[in-house]
């Protein structure tokens, strides 16, 4: 039922996205350009080129967000754990202003290279944050979940000191461009951009699908998950790296979009319960809802002007994230 009313969530928004903007639509005429009957050469521009990329851009990073939150708050035994309080965001971001620095426009073409060039950045940066984090949060054989959370907010904050820097030297418009990114913006998706983060998607969810189990073992202590069998460090490193994958390729098309990894997984428990098995896909669905929706309301709430995405969703996380701090306090 939960995931059949999300879907019917997710589809309604579509709808409203796709016939309303500053160019409206018709809802027949929206049915006749994707399926090709008589289709007219501005509304071809308009579904198909600006506003059906930026709906599946929007699907695809709020789904991978989601999943990557669970992951991560799981294995850190934390509820109040997010990719980017852990620093995993602001490493992807640093490495993606970088690549905009260095290589704006100098890698050109349709091919391989050039679809996968800037995903490929994100990940080495989001990696390059969780080696660090994980290098400094190692202690006595074991990964401390209370080490991770104040070294990933630490090493978050020296990147990005580290892409301020770096955008406040770009020339104006690529400044512009590096600032919008950064709030976490989706307006210019195209389809290159869903093109690069499917296949991250593809291969990274189906594993955390996989180890699902494994997730919920570690809501027992360290030492009761490895009395049952499973290598403890090895099972976090490969969950920690594929949460790394999914996020850094969500943040090389979206920018910096907060609070999904932290609201979803939340949500999803509240309605499914504890069972990772429920809570994983669930979770990418609320995710999915979360930006979608959130994409819309800064569209057209706010229009002529667009809000970004990832302004939307902060302004709807923070309160979210001091309610789940002040329901915490009140526990202990």
Known sequence: ????VGIAIIFITMYLSLTNGAFDIK?????RTLLRIDPQPDQDLVILEFRLPRIVIALLVGMGLGIAGAVIQSITRNGLADPGILGINSGASAAMVIFLFFFQGQIKGDGLASIFAMPLFGLMGGLLAAMLIYLFSWKDGRLESQRLLLT????GAGLGAVSLYLTLKMNSSDFEMAVVWNSGSIYNANWKYILSIV????FLIPVIVRKSYILDLFHLDEDSVISV???SEKEKAVLLLCSIGIVSA????SGG???IGLMAPHIAKRLVGNAHRRIIPVCGIVGAVLVLVSDFIGKMVFAPAELPVGIVIAIIGVPYFIFLLYRKKGRN
Request: hydrophobic share 75%; net charge negative.
């Open 27 to 31: 809802v027949m005429d929206v049915i």
């Open 1 to 4: 039922m939960v995931l059949v």
């Open 199 to 202: 296949p991250w998607l593809v």
């Open 229 to 231: 069998g499973v290598a």
């Open 250 to 253: 969500c943040v090389s098309v």
């Open 257 to 259: 979009i907060g609070f």
């Open 152 to 155: 990933g907010i630490a090493i």
